[in-house]
C-alpha cells in the first residue's frame, strides 16, 4: 500500500474503536484525509498527544486511494494548537474555520491555497487579539481561494467604483446605492465595512490600525457565512458555538 509522507492540520477527531481514533486531516496535494489512528488514545502510543484537532503536523500515512479510509503510521507536530484550545473564541473561531475546510474540500484534490489559508489563520490566531475579527479576514481568504472572493472594490450590478449601500449574497459582492433596489439575497452593508473587507482581502498593513467594533465583526461574518453557504453549500454545524461565544461576551474588547 502506498506511504504518502505529508505536512497537514488535523482538522477533527473522533473515537472509532475502543483505543482507536477517526482522523480528518488537511494535506496541501492530496485535498482531505480520513485515517484511523490505532492506539492513539492509549497512553504509550507514540502517537498520543501527536494527533490534536486543529495542530499542523507533519503525518505518514498509508493509503490505498486519496478517498479511502488510510491508516496513520507517525505523526510528528510542527505547530501545536493549544493555545488556541485554551481560549473559547480562539476554539470556535478555530473549529469554524477547519469545520469550512473539511467541508469545502474533497478527497484527492490539491487545494494549496485552502491549506495555506488555514494555516496562516490559526497560526494568527494565537496571538490575535481579537479573534473574531481576525476570522472575518481567514474566512474572505478562504473564500478567495475557493474562487468566491468577495467583490467589494466596485458595484457587482454596475460595475462603478461606488460606496456601497448593500450586499448581494446573490451577486457575491457590494451593491451601490442607485443598484441597490432589487439586488438578489441583499443585505445591509456600509462604506465602512467595505473598506475593512478591502483591506483584509489585500493583506494590507494598514488593517493593522483598523479596531473594529463587535457589530461590525458581526456583520462581516455574517455575510462571508451567508456567502459560503449560498456558493458552496456549507451549512456550518460550528456557526452556533461560535455565536453562543460571541453573545456570551467573549468578544477582545469585552474579555476580562
Ligand atoms: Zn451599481
Not at 484511523?36 to 486511494?65: D, F, H, M
Not at 487545494?111 to 474566512?139: E, I, N, T
Not at 457575491?172 to 446605492?177: A, D, E, F, L, S
Request: charged share 25%.
Amino acid at each position: 500500500m502506498p506511504i504518502v509522507k505529508t505536512e497537514a492540520i488535523i482538522l477533527n477527531s473522533s473515537d472509532y474503536r475502543e483505543s482507536t481514533l477517526l482522523l480528518t486531516l488537511l494535506t496541501p496535494e492530496h485535498g482531505r484525509v480520513r485515517l484511523i489512528a490505532r492506539g492513539a488514545k492509549r497512553a504509550t502510543s507514540r502517537n498520543r498527544g501527536r494527533v490534536e484537532p486543529l495542530s499542523r503536523v507533519e503525518a505518514q500515512y498509508s493509503i490505498r486511494k486519496p478517498d479511502e479510509l488510510g491508516t496513520l503510521r507517525e505523526s510528528r507536530v510542527l505547530d501545536s494548537a493549544d493555545c488556541v484550545r485554551g481560549d473559547l473564541l480562539k476554539y470556535a473561531a478555530a473549529q469554524l474555520a477547519a469545520e469550512f475546510a473539511d467541508r469545502a474540500v474533497h478527497g484527492g484534490e490539491e487545494c494549496r491555497g485552502v491549506y495555506q489559508a488555514l494555516a496562516s489563520f490559526l497560526s494568527a490566531l494565537k496571538d490575535a487579539a481579537d479573534p473574531a475579527a481576525r476570522l472575518v479576514q481567514g474566512l474572505a481568504e478562504l473564500l478567495a481561494e475557493l474562487g468566491f472572493e468577495p467583490v467589494v472594490e466596485h458595484c457587482v450590478r454596475c460595475g462603478e467604483a461606488r460606496p456601497a449601500e448593500s450586499f448581494s449574497v446573490a451577486l457575491g459582492g457590494v451593491v451601490c446605492r442607485e443598484c441597490s433596489v432589487g439586488a438578489p439575497g441583499r443585505r445591509p452593508f456600509n462604506p465602512g465595512l467595505q473598506r475593512i473587507l478591502s483591506l483584509m482581502l489585500r493583506r494590507d498593513p494598514a488593517l493593522a490600525r483598523v479596531k473594529m467594533s463587535s457589530a461590525q465583526t458581526r456583520q462581516l461574518l455574517l455575510t462571508l457565512l451567508d456567502l459560503a453557504q449560498h456558493h458552496l453549500d456549507l451549512q456550518l454545524r460550528s456557526r452556533d458555538f461560535l455565536w453562543s461565544m460571541l453573545n456570551a461576551g467573549y468578544g477582545a474588547s469585552e474579555r476580562i
